[in-house]
T-cell receptor, first 113, second 116 residues
């Protein structure tokens, strides 16, 4: 199994631009999570899906952030417009039903200048 | 709501010495507990988890943790560390109820630095 795959690994963009982060979960995992990691705030849950349906998006910072999961093998996190304070490492994780151990991807390091 | 406190932000230790990374949690309900490890420029990897049963849980890479309900703690230990254990370690907690799979709360992390 290739694990949770995220792309790109690094993204540098200018303030105001749209940024799309991508995630392919492990096949057969029912849950998908998006986390953000910063030095100041640590790991924050942004949103999670169960069977492609968003369950809790209360962690999404503001309307500039949106996430979709059009099918069981793909999810995107979009920031439009991006701001320097969005600079962070964004992780995607997946988990099968009833198994409380998440598998994380390698993350996308986003830098907004 | 739950919360997790990792009491040490950094722990330096010499190679082959024992180490304990401390974690305390707060919750009004029963919980599941986890330890994850993050190596530089990588994602988090599950070290071990406590769901039920024996309070002493063994994980990968020789780590173990003990769930202490009365002290609301879940400290991580290793009797002899190696240089390759240098990483950041995260404690996490989740409520023990159906549908709680989405509310894993992480601590701020402890950076373990193993020196030769």
């Amino acid at each position: 199994d290739a694990g949770v795959i995220q792309s790109p690994r690094h993204e540098v963009t200018e303030m105001g631009q749209e940024v799309t982060l991508r995630c392919k979960p492990i096949s057969g995992h029912d849950y998908l999570f998006w986390y953000r990691q910063t030095m100041m705030r640590g790991l924050e849950l942004l949103i999670y899906f169960n069977n492609n349906v968003p369950i809790d998006d209360s962690g999404m910072p503001e309307d500039r952030f949106s996430a979709k999961m059009p099918n069981a093998s793909f999810s995107t996190l979009k920031i439009q417009p991006s701001e320097p304070r969005d600079s962070a490492v964004y992780f995607c994780a997946s988990s099968p039903q009833g198994n409380y151990g998440y598998t994380f991807g390698s993350g996308t390091r986003l830098t907004v200048v | 709501a739950q919360s997790v406190t990792q009491l040490d932000s950094q722990v330096p230790v010499f190679e082959e010495a024992p180490v304990e990374l401390r974690c305390n949690y707060s919750s009004s309900v029963s919980v599941y507990l986890f330890w994850y490890v993050q190596y530089p420029n990588q994602g988090l990897q599950l070290l071990l988890k406590y769901l039920s049963g024996s309070t002493l849980v063994k994980g990968i890479n020789g780590f173990e943790a003990e769930f202490n309900k009365s002290q609301t703690s879940f400290h991580l230990r290793k009797p002899s560390v190696h240089i390759s254990d240098t990483a950041e370690y995260f404690c996490a907690v989740s409520d023990r109820y159906p549908g709680s799979q989405g509310n894993l709360i992480f601590g701020k992390g402890t950076k373990l630095s193993v020196k030769p």
